[in-house]
């Protein structure tokens, strides 16, 4: 029976036993509809395939042909070296005296390196040179006719790189699975719905979002992203001082002078700036709202099933001291039954006992363990999970791998077969990431089944897209367009909304870097003589700088507009190419999800952006047209 929009129960059987198999039809039932849909010619792809494979297998022969004889001609300049220094030493020997050898003996050995010289020079010049000349215009014409199959293999693939869209990880996902719905993006309801009654906070200005994938469970929200976070640290800088002195010192009466040497380092530490990059998962639920509570991977992933019994049996005496300790300082916590449970999963900081258990209930604990204990079907224990109040944020050493960005460019290949293979490959490995995050979360019943109070939107929100969607599509610009001249790190970006109307946001994106100043410090250090050098370590001082942008985002209200028309728009329609000129548009526009996007050097008017507004629909009317075929 397929799996349709119910509750999840053991979330490991049931992606085992059902969902990876069912996914798996799914991705490969979507691609093969869009080749359908495309009409590439699968044989005749192969066949041009196989000769670029061929060509590349022969240019792969001939380079090797090519270094063998380099190398050959490397050996002989080699000998030419060897045989010129011992014609110079036998040709000066021959006129000098006492003779090592007899002066025939010193002639002969003369004369050979001589005719060894010449006769390597014109093997070299007349044959092996040539050689390689001749292999070297041969890989050429090989490379040549290589890229020209490779023109003609995407010729034939482009309908069907064409036909990849944004958003389609994430409907094979929802297909999959139904009960997790994702939004097309992230709208500044749902931001206003987070924050307003779930309480989820901003981020600073050393936080920005690199991608975003927004969506609800049963109408509890949820928000996978990856971030970019900078903040300092120290690094060290050493720098070095050679000194040198004289002792004296009588040795068997005599006095004695010696010369020393001794090169002096000094390190020091100084603040640089550092970068690390974080995906996480934040889903919002009402159940047990006021309980919090954080919990770490466990040993599980490191103990065979003999150790992990081990393990369990010593904690119980760590839990029962945490129980001793909880009662004799005042704090909540009670152990529950399951020692199992309690040692495996841990949340020792939590701070309401009633709520916990109604959260963990006994199937829930079974769940959970069978998450953690799992070593073959997902990533097993290598899960974070903090619970504030009514939001909880999942993080894992899996997800922080993943590669979640949703574009469609990634799959756009020449060869038809790889193409199907990455395809499959890509978006199988997405679904088991996303579907395991998720698996400590829908491994707890009444997260599934609580649905949210109702909530009163606003009538007007001060934006159509939420600003951490903002940040994400600020991240998809050219860095070189946004960053300070003189920034040498990389940049935060944080947007803050100028105007919204007419489906169109107008953005201020500030990049945030910093410049390296040099800087010499001189670091007193004690020397083998006996004093004290000023030891030179120069240094970078990391200065912060900072540029503002002006950005345009329009939403994308037509299903119509895929990815691969608006760039079509972008190549043949004038109307876009001069309003992009007419507001000095720079860069690339881009799109993603639904929403267009363009860096300008000015705010637009309200008219402008009302022709921005009326010339997508206009498009949009030619696209409809041409699909109903008028």
């Known amino acids: 029976m397929p799996y349709s929009n119910y509750e999840i129960y053991d979330p490991v059987d049931l992606y085992k036993s059902q969902l990876k198999g069912e996914h798996a039809i799914n991705v490969s039932n979507f691609f093969e509809q869009l080749l359908q849909k495309s009409g590439v010619d699968e044989v005749e792809n192969k066949l041009l395939v196989d000769k670029i494979i061929k060509t590349g297998n022969k240019i792969t022969k001939l380079n090797k042909s090519m270094s063998r004889k380099k190398g050959f001609r490397g050996f002989l300049i080699a000998l030419i070296i060897i045989f010129a220094i011992v014609a110079v030493l036998f040709g000066i020997q021959s ?246 449970f309690e040692a495996l999963f841990g949340a020792f900081d939590r701070d309401n006992e009633q709520q916990f258990r109604l959260l963990f209930t006994p199937l829930a604990q079974t769940q959970i363990l069978s998450l953690i204990k799992d070593k073959t079907v997902g990533y097993g224990d290598d899960f974070y999970f903090w619970k504030r109040n009514n939001l909880n944020f999942i993080s894992s050493h899996h997800l922080r791998g993943a590669d979640i960005e949703d574009n469609p460019s990634r799959y756009h290949n020449f060869n038809l077969e790889a193409a199907r293979a990455y395809f499959n490959k890509y978006n199988n490995e997405y679904f088991k990431h996303i579907f395991f995050t998720f698996a400590p979360l829908v491994s707890i019943p009444l997260y599934q089944q609580h649905k949210p109070h109702e909530y009163i939107y606003k009538d007007v929100y001060p934006s159509y897209a939420a600003s951490w969607e903002h940040e994400e599509f600020a991240n998809t610009f050219d860095i070189n367009l946004l960053k300070h001249p003189s920034s040498i790190t990389r940049n935060i970006l944080k947007t803050r909304v100028i105007d919204s109307g007419d489906d169109v946001d107008q953005i201020e994106i500030t990049a945030y870097g910093f410049r390296g100043e040099p800087r010499l410090d001189f670091v007193p250090t004690l020397g083998g003589d006996g004093r004290i050098h000023n030891v030179p370590v120069h240094w970078t001082e990391y200065l912060p700088v900072e540029q503002v942008s002006n950005a345009v985002l329009k939403v994308n209200n037509d299903k119509n507009l895929t990815y691969q028309d608006f760039r079509k728009e972008l190549g043949s329609n004038s109307s876009w190419k001069n309003i992009f000129t007419t507001l000095n548009a720079q860069g690339s526009p881009k799109y993603t999800k639904s929403l267009i996007g363009f860096l300008v050097a000015r705010t637009l008017s309200a008219d402008e952006r009302q022709v921005l507004t009326r010339l997508q629909k206009s498009n949009n009317d030619i696209i409809n047209h041409k699909d109903k075929g008028e």
């Open 95 to 340: 006129f000098t005296s006492p003779f090592w050898l007899s002066p025939g003996a010193t002639i002969t050995i003369f004369v050979l390196s001589l005719l060894g010289i010449v006769g390597f020079i014109i093997i070299i010049f007349a044959l092996i040179n040539k050689q390689i000349k001749d292999l070297n215009k041969q890989i050429h014409e090989l490379i040549k006719e290589k890229d020209t199959l490779k023109q003609a293999a995407y010729a034939q693939m482009r309908p069907l790189n064409e036909l990849y869209d944004y958003g389609i990880s994430n409907a094979l996902l929802q297909t999959t699975v139904p009960l997790i719905k994702i939004d097309t993006y992230f709208d500044a309801k749902r931001w206003d719905y987070l924050t307003t009654k779930y309480n989820l906070d901003e981020y600073g200005n050393n936080t920005s979002v690199l991608v975003l994938h927004t969506g609800e469970i049963e109408g509890n929200p949820f928000i996978i992203h990856k971030t970019l976070e900078q903040s300092m640290g120290l690094k060290p800088y050493t720098g070095t001082l050679l000194i040198s002195w004289t002792e004296s010192r009588y040795v068997n009466g005599k006095l004695r002078t010696y010369h020393r040497s001794q090169t002096l380092r000094a390190t020091i530490n100084k603040p640089v700036p550092l970068y690390s990059e974080d995906t996480y998962l934040i889903y919002g639920n009402e159940a047990a709202d006021k309980l919090s509570f954080s919990r770490s991977p466990s040993v599980a992933n490191k103990l065979d099933e003999k150790e992990l019994k081990k393990y369990i049996i010593n904690s119980e005496k760590d839990i029962d001291r945490r129980a001793r300790e909880a009662i004799s300082k005042g704090t909540s916590y009670l152990p529950l039954g399951n020692h199992e």
